[in-house]
Antibody, heavy 120, light 107 residues
Framework: QVQLVQSGAEVKKPGASVKVSCQTS????????IHWVRQAPGQGLEWMGW????????RYSQKFQDRVTMTWDTSANTAYMELSSLRSEDTAVYYC?????????????WGQGTLVTVSS | DIQMTQSPSSLSASIRERVTITCRAS??????LQWYQQKPGKAPKLLIY???TSQSGVPSRFSGGGSGTDFTLTISSLQPEDVATYYC?????????FGQGTKLEIK
């Protein structure tokens, strides 16, 4: 069965960076893109970007363009999202989601989420 | 970016009641519209894709409809396990965007 397992919670100081991992199983990693979506406490869902391990493409939301880097390790079936220059407003649960593979991009399976807390 | 607006923001209904949530897009998204269910402390779960197609394993009481700018999610007979927040999402253009959510409770 398709599974996405994310790394554990992180506490970071303002100005630092965080790297969240998303280990996948149950499907061919290079056949599906991975999205990253975040959710601030008590708030809605916000798309950050996606990566395609099959063709090595990435696309980021303009809001995060200058601070986010999405990478992957095909040998480990794992995707990564790194966010830099953290500020308190980046405190959120960060989710990875597998793209459905349909022609329009949306998530059909999700990781359990990783809480990132930014605090001095 | 395409703005997605859900109504109502919160809803209280009785068991076995029929519940409808609406979602409006700021521009035409064709049928590139999904519905997700999120329970507290959990990741979102895909219920409906392409506006009206049920994801495998989703109970038949959930159905979606609409196209263009106006969409609905209907629960035909509310069950206790349906307590959750529901989000619509458009995937017609990048960035994909979500509605603000509808919190559903049992009366």
């Amino acid at each position: 069965q398709v599974q996405l397992v994310q790394s554990g919670a992180e506490v970071k100081k303002p100005g630092a960076s965080v790297k969240v991992s998303c280990q996948t199983s149950g499907y061919t990693f290079t056949s599906y893109s991975i999205h990253w979506v975040r959710q601030a406490p008590g708030q809605g869902l916000e798309w950050m970007g996606w990566l395609n391990p099959g063709n090595s493409h990435t696309r980021y939301s303009q809001k995060f363009q200058d601070r986010v880097t999405m990478t992957w390790d095909t040998s480990a079936n794992t995707a990564y999202m790194e966010l830099s220059s953290l500020r308190s407003e980046d405190t959120a649960v960060y989710y990875c989601g597998r793209d459905s593979g349909n022609w329009s991009p949306y998530e059909d399976y999700w990781g359990q989420g990783t809480l990132v807390t930014v605090s001095s | 970016d395409i703005q997605m607006t859900q109504s109502p923001s919160s809803l209280s209904a009785s068991i076995r009641e029929r519940v409808t949530i609406t979602c409006r897009a700021s521009e035409n998204v064709r049928t590139n519209l999904q519905w997700y269910q999120q329970k507290p402390g959990k990741a979102p779960k895909l219920l409906i894709y392409d506006a009206s197609t049920s994801q495998s394993g989703v109970p038949s009481r959930f159905s979606g409809g609409g196209s263009g700018t106006d969409f609905t999610l209907t629960i035909s007979s509310l069950q206790p396990e349906d307590v959750a927040t529901y989000y619509c999402q458009q995937s017609y253009s990048t960035p994909q965007t979500f509605g603000q959510g509808t919190k559903l409770e049992i009366k």
